[in-house]
């Protein structure tokens, strides 16, 4: 079955992304993720400034600056993997290396 690991940073996670052993860090999780042959896609983002927001207004659109939500976490990227079941999900999710100020949200696939 297929899980989202939906990754949330703090501002400072964003910041520590220029750190070499930080940054070593997540890629040596997702070289894993790679050998153990369960990785199916995912992405890493940039900073949360550097997003729009487009909300629906009736039959107009407005378009603004910046995150959404305002909030301590902000999204940071996710990894899709297929694994056997939820708790092979949650153990993979414990793995992920977020700092103590984010968090790994694990949420099934849509199957459609």
């Keep these: 079955m297929q899980y989202a690991l939906i990754v949330r940073e703090s501002s400072r996670d964003f910041a520590r992304r220029t750190d ?3 940054r070593d860090g997540w890629i040596a999780y997702t070289q894993a993720l790679i050998q153990a042959g369960i990785m199916t896609g995912g992405a890493g983002l940039t900073a949360p400034e550097t997003g729009t927001v487009v909300r629906r207004k009736g039959e107009d659109h ?6 959404y939500p305002e909030g301590k976490e902000q999204l940071g990227g996710f990894y899709l993997i297929d ?7 949650l153990e993979w999710a414990t793995r992920v290396p977020v700092s103590a100020e984010g968090s790994v949200e694990v949420r099934p696939r849509l199957q459609m």
């Design 62 to 67: 407005d378009v603004q600056d910046g995150p």
């Design 83 to 89: 694994v056997p079941d939820f708790d092979t999900a």
């Design 20 to 22: 070499p052993t930080y």
